[in-house]
């Protein structure tokens, strides 16, 4: 069985992970409007049960999971841990005595219960008592109203509110100010502010090497020139080298031998990391781990579809793509800050070539828009390799997460 999915993030107000929202369709060619609610939730249970593990999703965070009141009458929330899933109650479900019966054992059993998309009524107020969540899209409420909900539920403060379609900076800032708890969108993945942010001697130097990096044929020398000269680098390379992730059978003596040792590919997704890290240490970690799926999906697809002699410009350009965020300023002026290729100053400037068209998938994959991900793999000629990728993204990037905090 092939899984198809896509997680968005769910931050809370210090823009701290706190779950993934998972959004599932049946396979690329079998996208909505095609699978309706009730069949895309029972092969999420399913997969969670005999395909995959939750946690290989989520990070060992709360996935939440939308239900249908008929795959809630059928008992499916008890399939899943309490602490492995928060249920969200599905807009389309009304509200009635069946349904207020099931949010009523649900919360005596321990599992946190959410309404997804909520829109106002009277009647939600016998609910409030065991509810822990109110989703609240900020795409299509207005302001008055939300006002309105967040008045009617003080005598429940209990309730967490989260904001849903936060798209905007601006928009993040409003729900803030509004005093919502939890927060899902890409805001943080748009300039916050517009300004330059002037880059230390040690950022210079990896900007350098990232520009070393992004031929196809590398010169050693230059790099490794580069690294002798910054002895924080360089011990990074030698730790990066002596981790699990690499068998070596002979002792690293020279730094010209660890970039040997790695070969071009490691170095240039090490490089990138660093890059990334470095320069987003007042960033949510999400963003990191955002930029590093990214990559990695850019470079198996890039791996799979043979169109690159050097598959690491896709994982470049991946990892590039949400610096303007990290530098909270223009992709324009990261750009020029940046001596990349032109093909990937391309993709990230004016969206042409084929690594923009890899760019573009991802980027749908994590807003769950199917129909344009399965248009884009369809003009690629590329079938199911490409939910494989995606989740062979997904653990990769958590293997590399972990070395970061080893670090």
Do not use: C
Request: glycine residues 4%; proline residues 3%; aromatic residues 10%.
């Amino acid at each position: 069985m092939y899984f198809y999915a896509a997680r968005q993030p769910i931050l809370d107000r210090e823009k701290e992970l706190v779950g993934y929202e998972l959004l599932f369709r049946d396979g690329v060619d079998n996208v909505f409007p095609d699978i309706d609610g009730d069949e895309a939730t029972t092969k999420l249970i399913e997969g969670s049960q005999f395909n995959f593990g939750l946690e290989d999703l989520t990070d060992n965070k709360p996935a939440y999971i939308n239900f249908t009141l008929e795959t809630l009458l059928k008992g499916y929330p008890t399939m899943l841990g309490k602490d492995t899933v928060v249920v969200e109650i599905l807009e389309t479900v009304q509200p009635g005595k069946r349904l207020l019966a099931i949010v009523k054992d649900l919360n005596e059993k321990g599992y946190t219960l959410a309404l997804d998309d909520y829109i106002h009524q009277p009647v939600w107020r016998h609910f409030y008592p065991f509810i822990n969540i109110i989703k609240i899209d900020f795409l299509s409420t207005d302001e008055e109203t939300i006002k309105k909900i967040i008045s009617d539920l003080k005598p429940f403060p209990h309730i967490k509110l989260l904001a849903e379609k936060v798209e905007t900076y601006e928009t993040y800032n409003l729900a803030l100010e509004l005093g919502f708890d939890y927060f899902q969108g890409f805001f943080f993945s748009k300039p916050e502010m517009v300004q330059s942010k002037a880059l230390p001697p040690s950022e210079m130097a990896l900007a350098e090497l990232l520009y070393e990096t992004s031929s196809v044929e590398m010169d050693l020398k230059k790099i490794t020139d580069v690294f002798e000269r910054d002895v924080n680098l360089s011990y990074k390379l030698l730790r990066y080298s002596n981790s699990a992730a690499f068998a070596r059978r002979a002792e690293i003596s020279t730094i010209k031998q660890a970039l040997i040792v790695l070969g071009a590919n490691e170095i240039k997704k090490l490089l990138s990391l660093l890059f990334a890290a470095q320069v987003s240490a007042d960033k949510p970690v999400e963003l990191i781990r955002l930029s590093l799926t990214r990559a990695r999906f850019g470079e198996l697809l890039a791996i799979s579809h043979g169109q690159f002699k050097d598959t690491g410009m896709a994982f470049l350009t991946g990892m590039m793509s949400l610096m303007d965020a990290i530098l909270d300023e223009s992709m324009e002026s990261v750009m020029q800050k940046l001596p990349l290729s032109a093909e990937i100053k391309a993709a990230l400037l004016n969206d042409e070539g084929l690594l923009a068209q890899y760019l573009n998938l991802v980027k749908f994959y994590e807003h769950a828009d199917w129909e344009a991900a399965n248009n884009i793999a369809q003009q690629l000629k590329l079938g199911e390799e490409v939910a494989d990728a995606y989740h062979e993204a997904l653990t990769w990037v958590n293997e590399q997460m972990q070395l970061m905090v080893k670090e």
